[in-house]
């Protein structure tokens, strides 16, 4: 009888153990769901100001491919003006060395090196 009596504390302080573990553990739970819970929160909030970043780096890559091509555009029409710039300062100096007199006026280049020849 004496052994049924250990045996039955032994049995109530190993059901005690359990049941301590048992709610030591339950609290770890709703500890860790609560922290889910945050998290999930914190996610969700986070989630619209990334939205934003996101849709704001689309706009400045559109703006930077805009802004590419204008300077394109603004290369080739600055080369075009150069060109043009060549061409008129040519017809000025074509214009400067023309006779309206009726008398004609050769230019001969590099003059002192055909002299010599």
């Not at 049995?11 to 609560?34: E, F, K, P, R």
């Not at 075009?80 to 100096?93: G, R």
């Amino acid at each position: 009888m004496l052994c049924l009596v250990r045996l039955a504390i032994n049995s109530n302080i190993n059901n005690n153990h359990i049941q301590g573990a048992m709610s030591t553990l339950l609290n770890y739970i709703n500890v860790l769901n609560d922290d889910i819970q945050r998290i999930n929160e914190e996610i969700h909030s986070d989630q619209h100001p990334i939205s934003v970043l996101v849709q704001q780096c689309s706009l400045l890559k559109i703006l930077v491919k805009v802004f590419s091509d204008c300077m394109s555009r603004i290369e080739i029409n600055q080369n075009l003006l150069y060109q043009q710039l060549l061409s008129l300062k040519e017809d000025i100096e074509y214009s400067k060395t023309t006779s309206f007199d009726g008398t004609l006026t050769w230019k001969t280049t590099n003059f002192q090196e055909k002299r010599s020849i």
